[in-house]
């Protein structure tokens, strides 16, 4: 039973990091084209409310191949404002404090929030322990 758990975890995983470096290289492309008209933190929101919408189309119909109803609907957007406050802290924490560079900013966070952001996600598309 372990193994079957782990190999299933693999996969979710797997289609997990693939949807989400194609959600990544669209919302990044959308941010660096916002960079050139406004600030970074306008630019991270609107690229990032895009990519919420994106990523929940993904995950329920590719990563996770399920939802939870409401609850996949609710969790979800929760998931990634949670994300996006720790990721603009991130970006803040990188552009304002350690003076690198605001392109790359997006980058550092994805890196440092993504595994939460998967166990968060498996989470509101699985079933819960009552329908187990």
Known sequence: MNQAVSKFLK????RF?????????LTYGLYLALLMFLSY???YTISYVSGILLAYIMNRFFVFKSHQGLRSVILLPLIY???YCLSLAILWC???QLKLDARLAPLAAIAL???V???LSKLAFSAGPASR
């Open 11 to 14: 996969q979710d995983f797997a």
């Open 17 to 25: 990091l693939m949807s989400g470096g194609f959600n990544t290289a």
């Open 41 to 43: 933190n306008i630019s």
């Open 81 to 83: 404002a949670f994300q």
């Open 94 to 96: 990188w552009v304002e």
């Open 113 to 115: 929030t993504l595994p």
């Open 117 to 119: 952001t998967f166990i």
